[in-house]
T-cell receptor, first 118, second 115 residues
């Protein structure tokens, strides 16, 4: 089974400041990792994903994340945020293998609400 | 290219009624996933379906909930005899082939309110 912990439920930040949203996971098998963003009353949009290869992945809207296997972390960063980045961000994992039937199941963290102030 | 379409966007039911939530996957996608987002909680997996098959229903409540993805038409999540605790946002996602590498694309959700 997998679990995901997002360490901050809310992160307030001023416009143009850098931001880091933290995500730690636990799994007995290898996993793929994702960050999704949810704007108010909308569905989830994929920001970025780590499947394999370089541990630093770049996504849309200037976001990037670094996979750290030893620390089982996948923190999301942006060097300079904009008002439009205000949203809820979800970290998620999925089992990397195809054994069993759970390979379709995304496990999400509780979400981090990012609020960007002018 | 239309995304994942869910309808209705908002659904109000009284206790004891049935709720039917529809999900049309993206064109070319044959795998559908349902998730539930309860107030103050993250998204929880419910069920994973392929055309005419349930692949994984480990997240479905044992009673009152069912899901199908017929050969033709949308996927349906059905909740019988709804209770107030069923009030939540229900999200559908689809992928072109099976997970895990295939990205799940999400719809805008159906927000169910049970009075």
């Amino acid at each position: 089974a997998q679990s995901v912990t997002q360490l901050d439920s809310q992160v307030p930040v001023f416009e143009e400041a850098p931001v880091e949203l933290r995500c730690n996971y636990s799994s007995s098998v290898s996993v793929y990792l994702f960050w999704y963003v949810q704007y108010p009353n909308q569905g989830l949009q994929l920001l970025l994903k780590y499947l394999s290869g370089s541990t630093l992945v770049k996504g849309i809207n200037g976001f990037e994340a670094e996979f750290n296997k030893s620390q089982t972390s996948f923190h999301l960063r942006k060097p300079s945020v904009h008002i439009s980045d205000t949203a809820e961000y979800f970290c998620a994992v999925i089992p990397g293998g195809r054994g069993g039937t759970s390979y379709g199941k995304l496990t999400f963290g509780q979400g981090t609400i990012l609020t960007v102030h002018p | 290219n239309a995304g994942v379409m869910q309808n209705p966007r908002h659904l109000v039911r009284r206790r004891g009624q049935e709720a039917r939530l529809r999900c049309s996957p993206m064109k070319g996608h044959s795998h559908v996933y349902w998730y539930r987002q309860l107030p103050e909680e993250g998204l929880k997996f419910m069920v994973y379906l392929q055309k005419e098959n349930i692949i994984d229903e480990s997240g479905m409540p044992k009673e009152r909930f069912s899901a199908e993805f017929p050969k033709e038409g949308p996927s349906i999540l059905r909740i019988q005899q709804v209770v107030r605790g069923d009030s939540a946002a229900y999200f559908c996602a689809s992928s072109p082939m099976g997970a895990p590498k295939n990205i799940q694309y999400f719809g805008a959700g159906t927000r169910l309110s049970v009075l």
